[in-house]
């Protein structure tokens, strides 16, 4: 498989490198459901990129994950375990932001919205990023030269997945599945202000029937169509 997606990127990248593009981008998020290995395509992403972008290009692709949280906790004078706390948690209730704002660590959640919104929003306008999570679909929804990856796959194989990696019972991984898909899909209704919808993103990818190279020639391929690369 690995053979086949670099041939498949030697022919896209033949003799014309990475393009530059006009305005923020390009840009590629990934968001998934609980369970689903974003991390591991967006490093091979990542490194297929960079592998025909040739290394004095000046847009070289980065993949940016912990680096959002720690400019949001700069910027809210927090330490990244608390942001990350927020942007798990999505939207509050009227009744816990009226009890929270008596506390001095207290964030709002327009707050939170505008901060996350404004880091995410000037890490693509550098280009040449893949943002996972962090609302990154919901954020740069309208934004040119991006494409939105969602990684998906049946709840059951997920769960599974989540017992090997986490070395859970399976009672304990399907808790914790759940509970990691309402906060994602919260944390991007946070940021889109209405209600998750699959349209939101450009592809859905199953990652059951799909290995990590194959998700990954085929958002390469997404990318050419759409003549991000």
């Known amino acids: 498989m690995e053979n086949l997606l ?8 033949a003799d014309r490198g990475i393009e530059q593009q006009k305005g923020p981008g390009p840009v590629v ?3 998934r459901e609980s369970g689903c290995p974003s991390k591991l395509v ?5 490194s297929e990129l960079n592998r025909f972008n040739g290394i004095d290009t000046p847009g070289k692709w980065r993949f940016i994950n912990k680096e959002v949280v720690e400019a949001i906790a700069k910027r809210l004078e927090l330490n990244p375990a608390e942001v990350n706390y927020l ?5 509050k ?8 704002s008596f506390s001095q660590s207290y964030v709002s959640s327009h707050r939170i919205r505008k901060t996350i919104s404004s880091v995410v929003r000037s890490i693509a306008e550098q280009g040449y990023v893949v943002i996972v999570g962090r609302g990154g679909a919901g954020i740069l929804q309208h934004a040119p030269a991006t494409v939105h990856i969602r990684l998906q796959a049946p709840r059951e194989w997920r769960i599974g997945e989540t017992c090997t990696s986490g070395n859970l019972s399976r009672p304990e991984a399907s808790k914790l599945v759940d509970e990691m898909d309402k906060k994602r899909i919260a944390l991007i209704e946070l940021m889109t202000g209405g209600k998750f ?6 592809i859905c ?8 190279e194959e998700i990954v020639h085929t958002i390469i391929g997404l990318m050419e169509s759409k003549k991000l690369i």
């Open 93 to 100: 209730g009227l009744i816990e932001d009226v009890m929270a």
């Open 87 to 91: 942007l798990s948690a999505g939207t």
């Open 42 to 46: 967006a490093q091979l992403l990542t």
């Open 6 to 13: 670099r041939e498949y990127l030697e022919r896209a990248f």
């Open 205 to 212: 990818l199953n990652c059951q029937t799909l290995s990590i």
């Open 197 to 202: 919808h699959p349209t939101l993103f450009d």
């Open 29 to 31: 998020t990934i968001s």
